[in-house]
């Protein structure tokens, strides 16, 4: 039953503890594994606040005007009077219980099922054309006057895409497992952490590498969890989510790292990460480092796929970096040249942006995933099967040496082709592909963190302060979180107020309008650091830093360097907004540790910088 899962989640509201909320949630998704296991895709989803795989890209879309409408239609209040509770209480789910609960009613409703709640949504995320909004209020008005108690507060909560309760989808994961798990083991003894944790590992390790629960939750529902990985497995047309590299600050800290083992370096390019798909039909679909399908944005990247493969190659899964090309001087350009793209409904006859891919693995071929085998052995058939095309198609540029003169002099090579710096890999030795790791098997050097302009992090904004003077009417600084996946909490970090342009300024104050909340999350670490306002965290920014340092006020990797201190940043400036970056993949509490350790480690040594961005 809805109601079921509604109570589940305030449950999951009341605490801030990840074991209790997974424990709370795994034991619902048991009770429908077991009892109505036909509903536990939508429950899934529901619980993620999600319709479809990210890749589909459906959204509902409903707005809060239409959301009112429906809550007074719904219970008969007037639209005024929802308006003056919205302007009280600040949450329009709040409202909706409340207008429902005071609502008399003559026959009591049929009970929510959770598969219905679910296919209803979906329904609404689907409808279009001049009539759509009245019948949107009339599908939520169907849905609205069947809750109750707290299920109007979900509800309205699940339309505006906003459950606010802390449930990350890491741990649905986590939950998912562990309620399988129980499912399917027959005994009365409690499991063991190591039989949980292979489980999780198991599950998280599949969702990984093929991102969609309409494949894995029926999976799981037929076979063993270890039989998982055999039953869902990369498939083209579906991303995986990206493998990703550790910061260095400097080549020698490469040298010790692969000391023994064989490297490659190859140019670390200033564009937008690409995982292009070819499907045994002639499908052809380009998505982003977040999984959103891209191909409306690169319809001629497309159309060239037949003059880069080989005449063998039928279907492929290849990650790249797609980058802004100036077809006159052949050369690359900026990446903010490339931001000023087009990203839906581009035509070829009015792209003004050219665009050159450069491949760096190949992750399937003809019917056969490549992520175990060895990166020497993915470059040599991705050079077999493809085929550069000048201005358009090339591989990755790359060098393999253990010399320090020898890199130095490659890396100020790619600096001048007006590239990032390296990206340095295993070739041979623990060189599989691991989708969504962090892997110290791949390291970036990048030319900031050798010129001393200071570090690079993803932060999440989560609170703004008030301008005064040039400044009013926009905001004239924020706060900034790091995110730490384990508590699934953001730590405050820093505040910062330059690098912004005066338009800039209106454009991420009218941005953040919307995500505007009455309070901080449950969810924020904030130790001392306050704000005038506060936001949901949606907006993921790219900053730079002259240096870290241990702070008494902000949270940001609390415990790691320091038991009771956080480390914040000094001088922090505005670089970019990373709209390919959700809050979850924002710089973490670890790396922030990380970067200030190195940084400690570089100072004594006459060193500087360190970071993390894209790849």
Same mark, same amino acid.
């Given at each position: ?356 891919? #450069? ?6 071929? !003809?019917? &056969?995933? @490549?992520?175990?085998? +060895? %990166?020497? =052995? ?31 002099? #490659? ?6 082709? !007006?590239? &990032?710096? @390296?990206?340095?890999? +295993? %070739?041979? =030795? ?48 924020? %706060? ?136």
């Amino acid at each position: 039953m809805y109601a079921d899962l509604c109570a589940t989640f305030d449950l999951i509201a009341a605490t801030t503890k990840r074991l209790e909320i997974t424990s709370l949630l795994a034991t619902f998704l048991h009770t429908v594994i077991t009892a109505h296991p036909a509903d536990l895709l939508s429950a899934v989803y529901l619980c993620i606040n999600r319709l479809c795989p990210e890749y589909e890209g459906l959204e509902l879309g409903i707005g809060e005007s239409i959301l009112m409408k429906a809550i007074g239609e719904a219970t008969g209040r007037t639209l005024q009077k929802i308006k003056a509770d919205m302007a009280e209480v600040g949450d329009l789910g709040e409202v909706a219980m409340a207008s429902r609960g005071s609502q008399k009613t003559m026959f009591q409703p049929k009970p929510l099922e959770v598969g219905k709640v679910f296919k209803v949504l979906k329904e609404i995320a689907t409808i279009s054309g001049g009539s759509s909004q009245k019948v949107k209020v009339d599908k939520i008005k169907g849905l609205m006057v069947s809750c109750r108690g707290n299920e109007a507060k979900y509800l309205v909560r699940s339309l505006e895409g906003k459950l606010r309760i802390g449930l990350a989808e890491r741990t649905v994961l986590v939950s998912l497992s562990h309620a399988f798990f129980r499912a399917r083991t027959s005994t009365s003894r409690k499991p063991t952490d190591d039989a949980l944790k292979r489980a999780e590992d198991i599950v998280k390790g599949v969702y990984m590498e093929l991102p969609s629960y309409d494949q894995i939750v029926p999976a799981l529902l037929e076979y063993p969890i270890d039989e998982l990985p055999n039953r869902c497995h990369l498939t083209p047309g579906i991303p995986l989510k990206p493998m990703l590299a550790h910061p260095t600050k400097a080549i020698s800290e490469v040298l010790d790292r692969f000391e023994g083992k064989l490297f490659t370096c190859e140019y670390k390019y200033d564009g937008e990460r690409a995982q292009m798909h070819l499907l045994d039909d002639g499908k052809r679909c380009i998505f982003s480092r977040n999984s959103e399908n891209l191909s409306a944005k690169y319809p001629d990247v497309l159309a060239r796929l037949d003059k880069m493969c080989a005449e063998d190659t039928k279907s492929f899964v290849l990650d790249c970096e797609a980058v802004a090309w100036d077809t006159e001087k052949q050369c690359i350009l900026p990446f903010q040249v490339l931001s000023t793209r087009k990203r839906k409904d581009v035509k070829e006859e009015n792209i003004t942006v050219q665009v050159c891919i #450069f491949a760096f693995d190949l992750l399937y071929l !003809n019917g &056969e995933s @490549l992520l175990r085998h +060895t %990166l020497q =052995d993915r470059r040599a058939l991705l050079h077999a099967h493809f085929v550069p095309v000048p201005g358009q198609f090339a591989f990755a540029k790359s060098m393999e040496s253990n010399n320090l003169d020898d890199i130095q002099v #490659f890396l100020d090579e790619s600096i001048q082709g !007006n590239c &990032e710096g @390296l990206m340095v890999k +295993t %070739l041979v =030795d623990e060189s599989s592909y691991e989708p969504s790791r962090r892997s110290r098997n791949w390291l970036k050097v990048k030319k900031d963190y050798l010129d001393g302009v200071g570090d690079s992090l993803d932060l999440v904004v989560i609170g703004g302060y008030i301008g005064k003077g040039k400044r009013t009417g926009v905001y004239g600084g924020y %706060l900034l979180a790091c995110y730490d996946p384990e508590a699934e909490e953001y730590q405050a970090i820093c505040k910062i107020g330059t690098g912004f342009s005066e338009e800039a300024l209106t454009t991420l104050a009218e941005s953040l309008k919307p995500h505007l909340i009455d309070q901080p999350k449950s969810y924020y670490r904030l130790g001392d650091a306050k704000a005038d306002v506060w936001f949901d965290a949606v907006q993921v920014w790219e900053v730079k830093t002259a240096d870290l340092s241990i702070s008494p006020v902000y949270q940001a990797a609390v415990g790691l360097v320091d038991s009771s201190k956080g480390i914040s940043l000094r001088f922090p400036r505005f670089i970019r907004v990373r709209d390919d970056k959700s809050p979850e993949d924002a710089t973490t509490g670890e790396q922030v540790a990380d970067m200030y350790n190195r940084q400690q480690i570089n100072s004594a040594a006459g060193g500087g910088g360190g970071g993390d961005d894209d790849e």
